[in-house]
């Protein structure tokens, strides 16, 4: 008989912290692969979030581990971090470039790893395995694993890096999205586009602009937990084991990266 915690979390199984979790795009992929998980968000997402919800700071590691006392009783304990991507994105080098910004004022505007305690959250939770998430231009994912959704069939890039405590190969695949994330056409297109790309994500159609662009696929989340040791069993998508690859796939067979943290005795966030 499974052992339930006070927030009736299996505390025999697998749980998921799904920090800086927006409305779920993440929790929605959990969701359907059955994985016990819980969001956290500084915004209250109660109401969208597909499952348990905490509102609060995911910064803020004393905070965190308050909030999270019955999720880190699990017997096994996977992080997923999001942390906020404005710092790395082409927008702000667009707009520091516009108003005459310089590497100073875009850190004072857009708080990066280090303000953001990502280290010292990951040591503080010590779970078994974790994923940190963030764009390609972000320079603090060390070792980054690629993915897009090209590699898996879907109409659009969307390239996104992904730090993992495990070893995963990139999927990457080169060619043209049917869908593009641009928001700069009039407003018929980009609603279209929006409902477009929230159906190709698999998240709700009435979710806002930003909500829906943000939204990590749930071919992601699974492709990378299929490498992730602690969710054991989890199977590649079905989509990227049926279609044929094609010359611009990348995938290694040495993983992505070459990260394996041993949590339990790495307690200072150094990884």
């Known amino acids: 008989m499974s052992e339930q915690s006070a927030s009736g979390t299996d505390r025999s199984g697998v749980v998921v912290i799904d920090l800086y979790s927006g409305r779920g795009g993440v929790g929605h992929a959990l969701d359907g692969l ?19 919800f905490i509102q609060g700071d995911a910064s803020a590691v004393e905070w965190l581990l308050d909030a999270l006392t019955d999720y880190l009783e699990a017997d096994t304990v996977i992080l ?41 959250v990951v040591a503080a939770i010590n779970p078994d395995e974790y994923i940190i998430e963030n764009v390609p231009r972000c320079d603090e994912l060390e070792e ?44 018929n297109n980009t609603e279209y586009q929006r409902r477009e790309l929230a159906e190709a994500k698999s998240v709700p159609t009435d979710w806002p602009e930003q909500s829906v662009h943000s939204a990590i696929p749930p071919e992601y989340v699974q492709y990378l937990l299929h490498y992730c040791p602690a969710s054991d069993g ?4 079905e989509s990227l084991r049926q279609r044929p690859l094609s010359d611009h796939f990348v995938a290694r067979a040495d993983g992505g990266n070459s990260r394996a943290v041993d949590t339990a005795t790495d307690q200072q966030g150094d990884t």
């Open 80 to 120: 997923w971090m999001s942390p906020p991507c404005l710092r790395y994105t082409p927008l702000t080098q667009i707009n520091a470039a516009r108003y005459g910004w310089d590497e100073g004022e875009i850190e004072r505007r857009y708080p990066g790893f280090e303000e953001l305690n990502v280290r010292d």
């Open 34 to 52: 059955e994985i016990n998980h819980v969001g956290v968000d500084i915004e209250d997402y109660a109401d969208d979030y597909p499952g348990e």
């Open 144 to 187: 980054p694993t690629r993915v897009n959704g090209l590699a898996f069939g879907l109409p659009f890039d969307l390239e996104r890096h992904f730090e993992t405590s495990f070893s995963a190969p990139h999927a990457v695949e080169r060619g043209e999205p049917d869908l593009t994330m641009s928001t700069r056409d009039n407003y």
């Open 234 to 237: 989890v199977s590649l998508p």
